[in-house]
């Protein structure tokens, strides 16, 4: 199911977004889209990654990534 959205950009955002979703042959609606969608995820895995690490032991961390886990 899709949703309509009314937005509301300012006119040099708007032209460089057309110009950019031109460039990949897409509209501007997928080009926004596509946009919103990978802020989407990028934040979600943020707050992933945040939630997983919150117990993390950093120094064994260090130690794994330099070779040395032990």
Do not use: T
Request: a neutral charge; charged letters at 30%; proline letters at 3%.
């Amino acid at each position: 199911m899709k949703a309509r959205v009314s937005l509301n950009l300012p006119r040099s955002l708007k032209k460089a977004a057309e110009e950019f979703a031109a460039r990949d042959g897409v509209s501007v609606n997928q080009f926004i889209a596509l946009a919103l969608a990978e802020k989407v995820g990028a934040m979600g895995a943020a707050e992933f990654f945040a939630e997983r690490g919150k117990d993390a032991d950093v120094e064994w961390g260090i130690r794994f990534l330099e070779g040395r886990p032990e």
